[in-house]
């Protein structure tokens, strides 16, 4: 990737779906304890090892040198003998209490590349920066980066937005050669002279030059609004130069020479030329005042007609008089040859020429039914307006076609992939038109500057896919993408989805979008109304997708520190959270360097030990003051006497929109006897019954549960709108 960040006009390269190495140590809580160690000593522990540290100068004779502890580990087995305590006399190596790791992060992106696992490059360019020709020197660097690469990995191209770009320009390229071409023979059969055809094709590329003048000197680039302009304007350059020249010809065929024929010609039509050429520039010379989006598309189109048609008025009444007076003549007698080729035009033209005449004759002599029936036309035009539809831009068929997929939040990245391999073989196997068929499932690191962009995490799931140009298939993408939804509406399991036309959630030459905005002060309100909402708007006509752009509430476990008793103990909340954190996410304790590459080495709990709530309560958390106690002896919870300490206590969200369920959960007795806190609607009417449950010793042997302890806990608890049942 540093090698493409390199090019001229690289905004930022990301890369996405390709996990960074890592240097996980696995340690067992168990022998930590035994052995009375903590993940925070041997993180400093590592840390201190792993250094390269100055020792400073010295001289040897007439040389000085310099002195460097060279500590840093060149092999990641290495760790394993490092003395992390004592005990008992005896040294204690990490490799007694942890297990070395050289992997990959735990929780990463993955990319499956048309069914392949592997990895996206995402190369975006500056504000400003020419798309195409990132793209071609990007293109141009991808040999030389699979020279350096294993054999085994390929570099392809899932998407690249500039051909898009390049055929649209193309197209307009062959629009403006065709234009050209085209209007020469519309000139050529009506006048019948390759002279005067001549004429008129010198003046094209004159008006059509001074727009490129302008596009140089604003600093503008040859798009597919200029190039539109092009194409608009070649036909409106030539309808001066026509009106001048046919009068010119007239005169030359009543028997003027043709210097007086080109003066007095232009003087006669000079005037109306002017006329209508102005009532042009009125109406594209606006545009070039109008703001916002609007003017981003409009505004180059309005001073490059603008332009071109004050080019082409000038050329009419100049550069054409010239030409006339230089190439035109008298023609007395045509050859054979043009007789018989331009002959059957001629009499086509002369019986337009009488039609004419005789509608223009019938028009002049019923005035009243030319006027209402322009009139009623003109009525039923307006009528016809509201049933004609209104939209922000066409859609395009670009071939591309972006997919999100969401899951349940809170679903693993394992399941997500597995509904995303499922989606592709089908995909695959049902629309042949598909060539690249991409998708990346998991959360993104936060390095991802292009991930960062947009929704991403262990439910989501993110499809690129790629089609046949449209001349090569029969479906157009409009039907793929209908019959794409109606695949996705078969997967329970999916509880969202969006399919993006021409690959992104852009209204350029995507599908028309229409958002609606709700403001209110309460979450669970708005939440209802756009439910409500969404279930009218699902039976329009014409409606292919509704989303709701609030997220569902991410599920989490609280953890609610007393914090008197952190400090009773000599900790505080920032203390404990740390040591929460370090076991379950890791404590960095250094960078693994090699290849001038540097890698985070992490030490936390090893899988198996932060898999459940329970192992979260039995962390230990070390004091300065006391014994080491567990995660649970921290906890808020409501005490009784010495026969019922209740030693949890934990929050949990809930899962529901916008409500959040205080609930006790798991609840421990000092005797070893369990019970659980339910909420009290799932007993109402049962009453309350239960036992002990006492595996073990209880204790003392005249233990017993009192009842009035059972009664006022039970009190206690009403607070919290449960019941108190024992298992």
Known sequence: ASPLARISGVGSVSISGAPEREIQIYVDPVKLEAYNLSIEAISSIIGAENRNIPGGTFDIGSETYSLRVQGEFSDAAQMNDIVVGNFGGKAIYLRDVAVVHDSIEERAQETYNNGVQGAMIIVQKQSGANSVEISKSVMEALPKLQKNLPSDVKLGVIVDTSDNIRNTIGTLEETVVLALLFVSLVVFLFLGRWRATLIIVITIP??????????????????????????????????????????????????????????????????????????????????????????????????????????????????????????????????????????????????????????????????????????????????????????????????????????????????????????????????????????????????????????????????????????????????????MRKDLEEYPEIKKSQVN???????????????????????????????????????????????????????????????????????????AATYLRNRINGATASQFREEGEEYDIKVMYAPEYRTSIEDIENIIIYTGTHDNDTLMEWYKGLSCRAQCKVRRFLKRKGFGQGSVKDRLISYTLKSRAEYAILPAA?????????????????GSPNWEWRMPEFERIQKELQKYKTMLMFR
């Open 501 to 575: 036309l021409g690959g992104g959630s852009s209204a350029m030459g995507g599908q028309t979008s229409l958002d609606y905005e709700i403001y209110g002060y309460s979450f669970e309100e708005t939440d209802s109304v756009a439910a409500q909402l969404s279930a009218l708007l699902r039976n329009i006509n014409g409606v292919s997708e509704i989303r709701i752009s609030r997220e569902d509430y991410q599920p989490e476990y609280q953890v609610d520190f007393d914090r008197e008793k952190l400090a009773l103990n000599g900790l505080n909340l920032a203390t």
């Open 206 to 483: 004159i008006s059509l030059v001074a727009s490129f003048i302008y596009l140089a000197a604003t600093g503008n680039s040859l798009n597919i609004i200029s190039l539109s302009s092009l194409s608009i304007a070649i036909g409106m350059v030539v309808d001066d130069a026509i009106v001048v020249l046919e009068n010119v010809t007239n005169h030359i065929e009543r028997g003027s020479e043709p210097r007086q024929a080109a003066i007095h010609g232009t003087n006669e039509v000079g005037l109306s030329v002017v006329a209508s050429t102005l009532t042009l520039i009125a109406v594209f010379f606006p545009l070039t005042m109008v703001t916002g989006m609007t003017g981003v598309l409009f505004k180059q189109l309005g001073w490059m007609v603008t332009i071109i048609m004050v080019i082409s008025i000038i050329c009419a009444l100049s550069l054409t008089p010239m030409l006339c007076s230089r190439m035109l003549k008298l023609q007395p007698k045509q050859s054979k040859l043009f007789k018989l080729l331009y002959g059957p035009v001629e009499k086509g033209l002369d019986s337009f020429d009488n039609a004419y005449a005789r509608l223009l004759h019938w028009a002049v002599g019923h005035r009243s039914v030319v006027i209402v029936s322009c009139m009623s036309f003109f009525l039923l035009s307006i009528f016809l307006v509201r049933f004609v539809g209104t939209e922000f831009m066409p859609t395009q068929d670009n071939g591309r076609i972006g997919v999100t997929v969401e899951m349940p939040i809170g679903t693993r990245t394992e399941i997500s992939k597995e509904v995303g391999m499922r989606l592709y073989n089908q995909w695959l196997e049902k629309y042949p038109e598909i060539e690249v068929c991409n998708f990346t499932a998991g959360q993104a690191s936060t390095d991802n500057t292009f991930a960062s962009m947009s929704k991403n995490g262990s439910h989501i799931l993110t499809f690129n896919i790629s089609l046949s140009d449209p001349g090569e298939r029969k479906r157009t993408l409009s039907e793929i993408c209908d019959l």
């Open 682 to 698: 799932d007993f109402l009417g049962q009453g309350m019954e239960g036992h002990i449950n006492t595996p073990g010793t209880v």
